[in-house]
Each structure stands twice: as structure tokens, then as C-alpha cells.
């Protein structure tokens, strides 16, 4: 019997979907079963999505917290990332950028080079003076505690007992020919500000060159093949190279 049935079929009259009548032509092409499937199906998608999304809304706790809001926020309903600062300075990509590894090294030891030269001439004299040491004096008896007097006893002017360093003795004071007016004095303090400012920015130029010198190195110790790739523990900041950590591998 179901052989009769599937020989029936193959005389039967194909049955084909009927295409806009000519009255309705204004209207576009007549929608076909394949056509309403696939609107059918993209509706209801949407519409699990939005049921998906109102339960999520409802079981929402207000005080959730994710790591994503500190680096975003909603402007005009809309979310948008924060923009990050630079991670170096624009003096040091540029450096980065056009110098080896050997320059910024050299130009690393040229300033070191000078910060020592710097620190010998100045000799940290204010450094000095404000170092807290103790000088021990020791004497017979109560009246002399009583009666000591320091300048006496360092021989040396009253004014000069405050000095750590450069305190000469009352001789070598009588000695000396001092010709040495106000504009003079004004004029060596401001030599020595002068000379402890550019200590300072030598100082940081210094700093500043470490860093890129210690980024280049980890940059090229990137470029090498690893069977692990290193992890990253610190990012990099104009005052610190970044810091990765490197697995051990094993040496053949």
C-alpha cells in the first residue's frame, strides 16, 4: 500500500506558491513560507534575548561590583572607555623610538659621571651640618661643666661652633685676608643654588635614563623565543620600567 502511495505522488501536480496578483502590485513582493520563517525566527530570538535580559535586570543586586566600572562610565546613556595616561613621557618614546640600547647606556654613565663630579665640589656641605652627631667633652670636675665654654674649647670664633665642616681655629683665622663684601656673599650663594639645581635636574635626567635603559633591556628580552610566555607583574611608569616575570627554563 505504501508503495502505491509514492507511485501516486510522482503524477501528482506541483503545487507552487502563487505570486502577487497584478491589482497588488504597489504593494511589493508577496511574502513566501521561507520568508515568514526567518522573520519568524529573528522575532523570537529578540524577544528571548530581552526576556533574558529583563531577569537579569530583575535579579540585579545594586551593590554588585565588576573591575569594568572604574575604567569606563555612561555618558549620555552610553558607555565609553576611559582614555589611560601615557605610559612614559613623550621624552622618553622619543628616546625609545631613535636611540640603541648603547646610547641611552652611555649617556647613562656621562651623567652619572657628572653627578659625582658635582657632589665632590659641593662636598654636601648643608647635608653635613645637619647630620645629628654628638661630641663627647670630658671634663674634671662640676665647676668646670658648670664654667666650659665650646668655642673656647675648639678654638674657634663663637659664630663657627654651629659648623660640622670648614670650622677653622682663631690662628688660622687671624691668618687669613679676608677682602670679601655683601655683593660677594650674595654672589657665592647663588653659584652654590645654581650648582645644587643642576645637581637636581642631573639627578633626574639620571633617574630618567635608568628607565629606558631597563625598558630596553625587558623589550629585548621579549624579542627572544620563550616556551612560556612571561607574565606581566607591574606595568611600566615614567619613574619604573615595567616588571615581568619569567618562568625557568631549563638550560641544555
Given amino acids: 500500500?505504501?508503495?502505491?502511495?509514492?507511485?501516486?505522488?510522482?503524477?501528482?501536480?506541483?503545487?507552487?506558491?502563487?505570486?502577487?496578483?497584478?491589482?497588488?502590485?504597489?504593494?511589493?513582493?508577496?511574502?513566501?513560507?521561507?520568508?515568514?520563517?526567518?522573520?519568524?525566527?529573528?522575532?523570537?530570538?529578540?524577544?528571548?534575548?530581552l526576556k533574558l535580559l529583563r531577569k537579569r535586570a530583575l535579579n540585579k543586586n545594586p551593590d554588585e561590583f565588576y573591575h569594568h566600572m572604574i575604567n569606563s562610565k555612561i555618558q549620555e546613556g552610553e558607555h565609553h572607555e576611559l582614555e589611560?595616561?601615557?605610559?612614559?613621557?613623550?621624552?622618553?618614546?622619543?628616546?625609545m623610538q631613535t636611540q640603541d640600547y648603547k646610547y641611552v647606556a652611555m649617556k647613562r654613565t656621562v651623567e652619572a659621571n657628572k653627578i659625582r663630579r658635582l657632589q665632590g665640589q659641593l662636598h654636601m656641605t648643608d647635608v653635613v651640618n645637619e647630620t645629628p652627631n654628638k661630641h663627647i667633652f670630658f671634663v674634671e670636675d662640676e665647676q668646670e661643666a658648670t664654667e666650659f665654654n665650646l668655642a673656647e674649647r675648639l678654638?674657634?670664633?663663637?659664630?663657627?661652633?654651629?659648623r660640622r665642616s670648614n670650622?677653622?681655629?682663631?690662628?688660622?683665622?687671624?691668618?687669613?685676608?679676608?677682602?670679601?663684601?655683601?655683593e660677594d656673599i650674595a654672589r657665592i650663594n647663588q653659584e652654590r643654588d645654581l650648582s645644587y639645581r643642576e645637581l637636581m635636574r642631573r639627578i633626574d635626567r639620571e633617574k630618567e635614563l635608568t628607565v629606558v635603559q631597563k625598558t630596553l633591556e625587558i623589550k629585548r628580552a621579549l624579542k627572544?623565543?620563550?616556551?612560556?610566555?612571561?607574565?606581566?607583574?607591574a606595568k611600566g611608569t615614567p619613574h619604573q620600567a615595567p616588571q615581568f616575570k619569567f618562568k625557568f627554563e631549563r638550560k641544555r
Fill in 155 to 162: 678654638d674657634t670664633h663663637p659664630d663657627l661652633v654651629g
Fill in 1 to 49: 500500500m505504501s508503495s502505491w502511495k509514492k507511485a501516486a505522488k510522482t503524477n501528482q501536480k506541483v503545487h507552487r506558491e502563487r505570486a502577487q496578483p497584478s491589482a497588488r502590485q504597489d504593494l511589493g513582493l508577496l511574502e513566501k513560507k521561507k520568508d515568514y520563517k526567518l522573520r519568524a525566527r529573528d522575532r523570537n530570538q529578540k524577544e528571548a534575548t
Fill in 167 to 182: 670650622r677653622p681655629r682663631l690662628q688660622d683665622l687671624s691668618k687669613l685676608k679676608l677682602a670679601v663684601g655683601p
Fill in 224 to 233: 627572544q623565543k620563550r616556551a612560556l610566555k612571561p607574565k606581566l607583574v
Fill in 84 to 95: 589611560k595616561g601615557d605610559e612614559f613621557t613623550k621624552d622618553q618614546i622619543k628616546l
